[in-house]
């Protein structure tokens, strides 16, 4: 079934994405922070229902990464855009996304699809760019100051970040090619 509950508040999260970027562009950092908590908590909540009410689906399993994403990488490009964030973090952010899916494009169109695995290094990756993007709204949205730890949590997220694009493109150079079919 397509229109599950689940699969609404997905796409809520989905429509977002758009909201969150103009708050950033308008300079409501405190209200694009609370946008992005709760489009947090509904990440939660979706999962959860798709579990507990067994209404897993396929467009939910693609969609709800891709709400993730688009949330995560437009967030980072609009604060970098003014210049809560380095630039050179979300080029960052973004390189390593568009890598990963480009390769698996590219792997799909040469029919050697990959087994899609997420690595422990990318799950930390990603909690910590959640983190960064919530410290970085938090404290310029509400006039707070924590330098140190928001100097701290840019580094890890650009060392995690660099590591798992890195793991990816290694683990795919390893992986055993597909052979053509012999006529």
Known sequence: MLVTLPNLITLARLCAVPATVWLILQHRLDLAFLLFVGAGISDAVDGWLARARNARSALG???DPVAD????VSVYVTLAAIGVLPDWLAILVV???LLIVGGVL????LG???AIRPLI????????QIALAALALLLAGFGLSASGL?????WAVALSTFASGALYVAATLRRPRATPDAP
């Open 112 to 114: 050697q699809p990959p």
């Open 106 to 109: 590219v792997l799909w169109v």
């Open 61 to 63: 399993a693609l969609l």
């Open 95 to 97: 390189f390593r996304d």
């Open 150 to 154: 928001l100097r701290l949590m840019i």
């Open 69 to 72: 994403k688009a949330l995560l």
């Open 121 to 128: 290094v990318s799950k930390v990756n990603t909690a910590l």
